[in-house]
């Protein structure tokens, strides 16, 4: 499969390009991406936003109208499904429903013309790897959904791919089993060390295994980076909006002071925001600051109203009790409602609705925001 | 019926310790009714229109025959010339094998056909299907009388051949052939080996082959060792449908075929028909059936023992 002529260092997968159309859609749009050996990629975005189709178009299922696909660079753009080292975890599992759980594991490696003795070892050991040991025997349809998924993995793992691709395959599973299974993946994936593309609707499951996480809406890449990158400095409003959630607000500045840009209502409510040079005064600025970042204390017990950080003053409205979460909505004068989210502790329990609170927050809490423009897509 | 057959077991469970056990063994009893009620109208025609003309058969088949007319009787001497005429045995058995030969012929076609519409023209499948279907509503003796301007001597192959230079006399033995009879039959009974096998292919998720190309089977595999297995029960409900029909055939030997090209249904034809022997010939189309019986069995099974 791969030829004499592999260098080192070449990608597991390398996109150049690559554009898929249906008809008038543009499902996949000049999409441009490279993933490492080893590396554990999530594809994340709404449903529809093109990116099980260029899960796809990495198994060999759909061709690209334009662009081109590498697999360890080597050119796969034409390539059939079943030429490519490539295999997939589909959505519903796909299981043979004819065969026994062995005989589903066994499949790629029989086509293969593995030695018997040897499909039989390897599909045992797969089948303990992926905690399923001891249900060979048993019928494909006869499985749990857990099971399903278990047995789904060790059929496409088996054979020992240079990317595995998984088309969401937790979302047919309780939360509770999925909780589990996100983490039992990534630890089957570190210690195989096998390329994983993982396409999911979900931020937290894509945050949390990922190395690193593409980020997809109306068919185009917008941005890439690790978990904490995409998170905690987001290129535009999308993918702001799409990984978690977020206050988003419009602010005129008033005055400027270096970098800072301050927006001031001469109530004492004040806003500070790093904003570069080149920022004057009445110049309006969009920015946004994650829930958790802001900071609610109860008006009667606000220490110092002097200080030079945010401060804006408002009335709770709402007390959202979410488990290990409280979210709390805040009418402001200045800012209409922002959203805080804090630990439910003993503390959270002190702001009720109607509570008079001081909203703070640190000022590199807050990140600017761009249109929904997508940014070119570096590879890093 | 078969729901309410299935869901009775755990309802009765629950019935006995539940309080409104009652009023579930009521609802269980009326859905029981309302069961045997929908089967009515099915049964009926079944019953008076098949089972009570086949008893009349059944005993037509001991009656002894007095100057042509069926005298009500009980004798096993129709059923014994039935078994002694060698007429009839090498007729069964050249009906069995060209009703075998027409099954395989008819399978190997119609299975790709339904793959084909199931799976690969799958937007527009239904129009496809309605297509198929528009070629049994041409009518039995139609179809006949179109395969004779196709293959008689001013057909359109012979003319067509001569028109091209490359035979100057017609050919005779296209009609009035084996090959006729086996063109018009496969040409007829294809729809009934699509239907059943495309219908349990509507079981079989696409997903699945996609699933078996990813691991490594070419299409041509995939199809064999996936597709084929899942959607037996349409191959087997095809191949009984093909096989019985061809058993029971006589008039498309009849109209198509040569002297020597006649079928087992056409002696039957004989019998009611020309020499008027009707206890004779009931009791040959009584063993044709059970014959027919023992062999969809053996066949079924042993396709059954193939795919396990």
């Known amino acids: ?281 009445g110049d309006t600025l969009r920015i946004a600051v994650r829930p958790e970042r802001i900071l609610l204390t109860p008006r009667a017990e606000e220490a110092d109203s002097g200080q030079p950080g945010n401060r804006l003053s408002g009335r709770v409205q709402d007390v959202i009790y979410m488990g290990p979460f409280t979210q709390y909505l805040v009418d402001t004068g200045m800012l209409g409602r922002v959203v805080s989210q804090r630990v439910s502790n003993e503390e959270a329990t002190l702001i009720t609705p109607g509570l008079e609170v001081a909203v703070t927050w640190a000022v590199d809490a807050a990140f600017p925001l761009s249109d929904r423009d997508p940014v070119e897509a570096p590879t890093t | 019926m078969i729901e309410s057959v299935t869901r009775r077991g755990p309802r009765r469970k629950r019935s006995r310790r539940g309080t409104s056990g009652e009023v579930l063994v009521a609802i269980d009893r009326r859905r029981r009714v309302a069961a045997w009620l929908q089967l009515f109208p099915g049964s009926a025609y079944f019953t008076l229109l098949f089972l009570v003309p086949l008893a009349g058969l059944l005993a037509m088949s001991f009656f002894r025959l007095v100057d042509f007319d069926p005298v009500p009787a009980f004798v096993l001497s129709n059923y014994a010339e039935v078994l002694t005429t060698s007429i009839h045995v090498r007729l069964g058995l050249r009906t069995i094998q060209v009703a075998g030969i027409l099954t395989v012929i008819v399978l190997l076609v119609s299975f790709p056909c339904a793959y084909v519409l199931n799976f690969v023209f799958r937007a527009k499948r239904q129009l496809l299907y309605f297509l198929i279907l ?105 191949t009984a449908f093909v096989f019985i029909a061809t058993l029971g055939e006589w008039v498309t030997p009849r109209l198509l075929g040569g002297t020597k090209d006649l079928l087992i249904g056409n002696r039957i034809e004989f019998y009611f028909g020309q020499s008027l022997e009707w206890p004779q010939g009931a009791a040959l189309a009584m063993t044709l059936m059970v014959a027919m019986g023992v062999f969809a069995y053996i066949i079924i099974s042993l396709m059954k023992r193939l795919t396990r």
Not at chain 1, 129 to 143: H, S, W
Not at chain 1, 236 to 254: K, P, R, S, Y
Request: glycine residues 10%; aromatic residues 6%; neutral net charge.
């Open chain 1, 1 to 281: 499969m791969t030829d004499g002529s592999r260098r080192p260092f070449q990608p597991a997968i390398l996109l150049e390009g690559v554009t898929k159309r249906f008809g008038s859609v543009v499902a996949v749009d000049n999409v441009t991406l490279a993933v490492e050996e080893g590396e554990f990629f999530s594809l994340l975005g709404p449903s529809g936003c093109g990116k099980t189709t260029l899960l796809r178009m990495l198994a060999g299922f759909e061709t690209p109208d334009d662009g081109s696909v590498y697999l360890r660079g080597e050119d796969v753009t034409l390539v059939q499904p079943n030429k490519r080292a490539t295999n997939m975890v589909f959505q519903n599992y796909e299981l043979f429903p004819h065969m026994t759980v062995f005989n589903n594991v066994a499949y790629g490696l029989k086509l293969k013309k593995v030695p018997r003795n040897e499909i039989g070892q390897r599909v045992n050991e797969m089948l303990e790897v992926v905690g399923v040991g001891g249900l060979g025997t048993r019928a494909a349809d006869q499985l749990s959904g857990g099971q399903q998924q278990r047995v789904a993995l060790a059929r496409a793992l088996i054979n020992r791919p240079a990317v595995l691709l998984l088309d969401e395959p937790l979302s047919a599973l309780d939360v509770k089993l999925r909780k589990r299974m996100q983490l039992e993946l990534k630890s089957i994936q570190h210690s195989l060390g096998t390329t994983f593309v993982y396409v999911t609707h979900d931020q937290e499951e894509a945050l949390l295994m990922s190395d690193r996480v593409g980020i997809m809406d109306h068919g185009r890449l917008l941005q890439i980076g690790a978990p904490r990158s995409i998170y905690e400095q987001p290129r535009n409003e999308f993918v702001a909006d799409f990984v978690g959630t977020l206050n988003d607000f419009a602010i005129t500045v008033t005055r400027t002071d270096g970098d800072l840009a301050v927006a001031e209502n001469g109530d004492g409510d004040r806003i500070v925001v790093m904003a570069g040079h080149s920022c004057r005064a």
């Open chain 2, 134 to 238: 528009v070629s049994l509503f041409g009518g039995y003796i139609v179809r006949i009388y179109a395969w004779r301007s196709i293959l008689g001597r001013q057909g359109v192959i012979n003319q067509t051949l001569i028109g091209m230079g490359i035979i100057e006399e017609p050919i005779r033995y296209l009609l009035n052939s084996m090959f006729a009879v086996g063109a018009s039959l496969v040409n007829f009974l294809i729809p009934l080996g699509v239907l059943p096998i495309y219908a349990a292919m509507q079981n079989v998720s696409p997903h699945v082959i996609e699933a078996a190309r990813d691991l490594g089977a070419s299409r041509i595999r995939a199809a064999r060792q996936i597709v084929l297995p899942l959607s037996m029960r349409g191959v087997r409900a095809a």
